[in-house]
């Protein structure tokens, strides 16, 4: 009889609630889903929709005091939930590391690229702060940053929004984590840099075999770096499954609006169909399918209540009412002529 290995990372019914005296926000709603080693898994979806909220608890990065988590989130087998404060230091930057969305913000301006680097591989190497600075130097040329010595003596403004977010994915990496978790990597980059951080995500998650996490609300960044999609609305997943299934054969109208809506070659001349209205109030989460509201295929039994994960295929999920009851063809961008990587 084969083994299989466990997944290196594994939710199960998360559910994120942020408290204050003002009012309740259920961020997260009992999101579940595993990350395979050597995989990327793109978490796609609006603003809003708890993606990044669901990236931040897995290190348990929300505040504390506002904050209530429950449900399971394993890493390599290990409760999160249930770490002390000590683990829990180990495991961020350890373990699993984080690109954050705007590196200008995220590092810590009174300091050189390299001496937080420096500080990070130190303290979870246990090595010395000259060998920790030849550390720094490596991850600096790795991640393809010209004159890497000198960068090495830059504070965070003295960089372009490229290179700082190269030096991000350095800082990243420097710890040899199992995990990397990046939100939204490449929204404060214009077009070019944009493509040349991707390209290089792609080929170190190659090179160093690990598993990412990234979070986007573009289409296109899921196409060109994930093996896998989960699409999240109103803090659920209505729809996960392979890249190319789920870009060639859309099954929740909430992914087809999101595939509809995207710019691509075969649209040139037409118009775009913008999903609309706006995302659920998740101050007051909804008893039926928080995407009825916007959707055009919505029937009584939409209203009636939230609808059930249903498995469309081995490896398939989606969150619909309707599933093979489907009046029209969906339209992803497999149809539309444009191939999923």
């Not at 929300?62 to 429950?70: A, F, G, K, M, V």
């Not at 944009?194 to 986007?216: D, H, S």
């Not at 770096?225 to 996960?240: L, T």
Request: aromatic fraction near 4%; proline fraction near 6%.
């Amino acid at each position: 009889m084969t083994e299989t290995s466990s997944p290196l990372l594994s939710i199960r019914d998360l559910q994120v609630t942020f408290v204050t005296r003002e009012r309740t926000v259920h961020a997260v709603n009992g999101v579940s889903f595993d990350l395979e080693r050597g995989e990327v898994l793109s978490i796609l979806g609006e603003s809003g929709s708890g993606k990044s909220v669901t990236l931040r608890a897995v290190q348990r990065l929300l505040p504390e005091r506002r904050t209530r988590i429950s449900g399971e989130i394993d890493v390599d087998g290990e409760d999160v939930l249930a770490m002390s404060g000590p683990r829990l230091r180990d495991l961020r930057g350890g373990e699993v590391s984080m690109i954050f969305q705007e590196p200008a913000t995220s590092f810590d301006p009174v300091y050189t690229v390299g001496q937080q680097i420096v500080e990070a591989v130190v303290k979870h190497k246990g090595v010395t702060k000259e060998q920790a600075r030849r550390r720094a130097l490596e991850l600096l040329e790795l991640v393809r940053i010209p004159s890497a010595a000198d960068r090495l003596d830059n504070y965070p403004h003295e960089m372009s929004g490229g290179m700082r977010q190269r030096a991000m994915i350095a800082l990243a990496l420097s710890c040899d984590p199992k995990i990397l978790l990046a939100d939204e990597p490449t929204t404060a980059l214009d077009a070019t840099v944009q493509i040349q951080v991707l390209l290089l995500l792609q080929q170190l998650q190659k090179e160093l075999g690990l598993g990412v996490i990234i979070v986007t609300h573009d289409v296109g960044v899921a196409i060109e770096i994930a093996d896998r999609i989960a699409v999240m609305y109103g803090g659920k997943i209505v729809e996960s499954g392979p890249l190319a299934d789920v870009v060639r054969d859309p099954q929740h109208p909430y992914t087809q609006g999101l595939l509809s809506s995207t710019i691509h070659a075969a649209s040139r001349g037409t118009r775009l169909t913008a999903i609309p209205g706006s995302p659920p109030n998740l101050s007051a989460p909804p008893t039926n399918c928080s995407f009825a509201p916007r959707c055009r295929f919505a029937q009584d039994e939409c209203w009636a209540a939230i609808p059930p994960e249903v498995a469309v295929a081995p490896g398939r999920m989606s969150r619909c009412a309707r599933i093979g009851a489907w009046g029209d063809e969906p339209q992803g961008i497999g149809q539309l002529g444009v191939e999923a990587a």
